[in-house]
């Protein structure tokens, strides 16, 4: 299980909050993950659970869809935005739109090779 955060009220300029939805929409579309807001810091799952996922520099803008590729479950919940009180952002379109875009193909690869095992519950009959 995978909790994470969808920010509320966002406290971000226009063009932050545009980019970050086209952004969002554009994954949630080409993963299937159907989160809301995956650039939330918010992360909540079991340690277990998160050493069980392939490892790969950025992996956190992919972790619903790569929990849910193990089989897991994703839950989103609302949490309060609040605006950075010191410093800039050194986050933009320029030095993560690529990186991202070539990570995101590794996660359509990996989901693509996925091989989820399935669980059934063996009952024997008492003679």
């Given at each position: 299980v995978l909790i994470a955060?969808?920010?509320?009220?966002?406290?971000?300029?226009?063009?932050?909050?545009?980019?970050?939805?086209?952004?969002?929409?554009?994954?949630?579309?080409l993963l299937g993950d159907a989160t809301p807001d995956?650039?939330?810091?918010?992360?909540?799952?079991?340690?277990?659970?998160?050493?069980?996922?392939?490892?790969?520099?950025?992996?956190?803008?992919?972790?619903?869809?790569?929990?849910?590729?193990?089989g897991g479950t994703v839950e989103s919940v609302h949490v309060a935005h609040r605006p950075r009180e010191h410093g800039q952002s050194h986050y933009g379109i320029h030095n993560r739109l690529w990186v991202g875009l070539v990570d995101m193909m590794g996660v359509i690869w990996l989901q693509r090779r996925a091989r989820v095992p399935v669980v059934e519950r063996i009952t024997t009959k008492e003679p």
């Open positions: 955060g969808w920010r509320a009220k966002r406290r971000d300029t226009w063009a932050r909050r545009l980019s970050s939805r086209v952004a969002n929409g554009v994954r949630s579309r995956t650039g939330c810091g918010l992360k909540l799952f079991a340690r277990e659970d998160f050493l069980a996922l392939p490892y790969f520099d950025h992996m956190h803008r992919f972790l619903p869809a790569l929990v849910r590729r193990a």
